[in-house]
């Protein structure tokens, strides 16, 4: 297997489980908020989900940067650069 199949392999697991544990966690942290008695754990599961979609969104940027890189390296950084910065957005809003 080459190593470009590879990293595409990685950046499809990383972007379906990311988009994955995005909804699971907003509708946790929902479901939070809405019930009358709420429970803790659903709050802390929901903002832990979050924070590993952010970190999983951050992953996709940085395996993408190699292959990214041989086509114009100022965008590829650009990219990572912005997907560092949604990683960072993600995860604040999770927790706030």
């Given at each position: 297997?080459?190593?470009?199949?590879?990293?595409?392999?990685?950046?499809?697991?990383?972007?379906?489980?990311?988009?994955?544990?995005?909804?699971?966690?907003?509708?946790?942290?929902?479901?939070?908020?809405?019930?009358?008695?709420?429970?803790?754990?659903?709050?802390?599961?929901?903002?832990?989900?979050?924070?590993?979609?952010?970190?999983?969104?951050?992953?996709?940027?940085?395996?993408?940067?190699?292959?990214?890189k041989?086509f114009?390296?100022?965008?590829?950084l650009?990219?990572?650069?912005?997907r560092?910065?949604?990683?960072?957005?993600?995860?604040?809003?999770?927790?706030?």
């Open positions: 297997m080459n190593s470009h199949r590879k990293t595409a392999i990685i950046v499809g697991v990383l972007f379906l489980t990311s988009t994955v544990a995005f909804m699971l966690g907003s509708i946790r942290i929902q479901s939070y908020f809405i019930d009358k008695h709420p429970n803790i754990n659903l709050l802390i599961i929901g903002v832990l989900l979050e924070v590993y979609c952010g970190v999983a969104v951050a992953g996709i940027g940085v395996m993408m940067f190699p292959i990214l041989k114009n390296e100022r965008l590829a650009g990219y990572v650069i912005f560092i910065i949604e990683c960072a957005i993600i995860i604040v809003s999770g927790i706030y």
